[in-house]
């Protein structure tokens, strides 16, 4: 009966959906667990109210929803739900995504969306194409290709060309984050974790800035390092 709930599209719901990951995703990062269950319900309204939407142009409903990942999940366990054997879990994703292509999925890379932010889908392509043995042996290897691309970079930036530099510079962050596949880190995770380091530090310079009596814009470089330094020890 809600007059704006009426007026809901999936179009217009969209971006709103987007937002509550991205918030669902601050919470997990804060490992602030309360808010977790918050946006895990918030996201569950956003389920619902799709499916709610679909069921009103008779397209499916939230049975059809559960029952398709239901489906998919066995299919996609033959290990679990079928008689397959694997040893480790990279043969469980290499089954994973070999199973997708049966399903009629032309490429690996088919389910990776465009809309994606391009750190996080640099990560997905990578774990994907690893997932059909498209992949370094050893970390060391990829340590060396971010070394070369380094390298790269350098001779292009020194040459002045911006198109190539871009380019390098792509490279450089795409095997920086094939690197990170390695050592098990998630780039998305230790890049925002950084962003709200320097947040913090930068806002406990510009306290102690306002505390002094001045603003930023009035203190030297110097100046501000002191606080930063300071900013680093808490």
């Given at each position: 009966q809600c007059p704006w709930d009426k007026k809901q599209t999936m179009q217009t719901l969209r971006h709103l959906t987007i937002e509550e990951t991205y918030e669902l995703g601050d919470a997990i990062l804060d490992?602030?667990?309360?808010e977790v269950k918050n946006e895990l319900g918030d996201l569950l309204l956003h389920i619902v109210f799709y499916s709610k939407i679909g069921s009103e142009t008779d397209d499916f409903?939230?049975?059809?929803?559960?029952?398709?990942?239901?489906e998919k999940l066995i299919s996609r366990?033959?290990?679990?739900?079928?008689?397959?054997?694997?040893?480790?879990?990279e043969e469980v994703k290499q089954n994973w995504e070999n199973i997708k292509l049966k399903e009629g999925k032309k490429s690996v890379l088919e389910g990776v969306p465009n809309g994606l932010p391009a750190l996080v889908k640099a990560n997905r392509i990578q774990d994907k194409v690893a997932g059909v043995g498209f992949d370094w042996e050893k970390p060391e290897?990829?340590?060396?290709?971010v070394k070369e691309e380094l390298a790269e970079l350098e001779e292009e930036v020194s040459t002045g060309n911006a198109d190539m530099v871009e380019s390098e510079f792509?490279?450089?962050?795409?095997?920086?984050?094939?690197y990170a596949r390695f050592l098990n880190v998630d780039p998305e995770n230790a890049l925002e974790r950084t962003n709200k380091k320097f947040i913090n530090r930068f806002q406990y310079l510009e306290t102690k800035a306002?505390?002094?009596?001045?603003?930023?814009?009035?203190?030297?470089?110097?100046?501000?390092?002191?606080?930063?330094?300071?900013?680093?020890?808490?």
């Amino acid at each position: 009966q809600c007059p704006w709930d009426k007026k809901q599209t999936m179009q217009t719901l969209r971006h709103l959906t987007i937002e509550e990951t991205y918030e669902l995703g601050d919470a997990i990062l804060d490992d602030n667990l309360v808010e977790v269950k918050n946006e895990l319900g918030d996201l569950l309204l956003h389920i619902v109210f799709y499916s709610k939407i679909g069921s009103e142009t008779d397209d499916f409903d939230i049975a059809d929803v559960c029952n398709d990942i239901c489906e998919k999940l066995i299919s996609r366990h033959p290990h679990i739900y079928g008689d397959v054997k694997v040893k480790d879990e990279e043969e469980v994703k290499q089954n994973w995504e070999n199973i997708k292509l049966k399903e009629g999925k032309k490429s690996v890379l088919e389910g990776v969306p465009n809309g994606l932010p391009a750190l996080v889908k640099a990560n997905r392509i990578q774990d994907k194409v690893a997932g059909v043995g498209f992949d370094w042996e050893k970390p060391e290897q990829v340590f060396e290709k971010v070394k070369e691309e380094l390298a790269e970079l350098e001779e292009e930036v020194s040459t002045g060309n911006a198109d190539m530099v871009e380019s390098e510079f792509g490279d450089v962050l795409f095997s920086m984050i094939n690197y990170a596949r390695f050592l098990n880190v998630d780039p998305e995770n230790a890049l925002e974790r950084t962003n709200k380091k320097f947040i913090n530090r930068f806002q406990y310079l510009e306290t102690k800035a306002k505390k002094s009596g001045k603003t930023l814009k009035d203190m030297t470089l110097a100046e501000m390092e002191v606080y930063w330094e300071e900013a680093k020890s808490l």
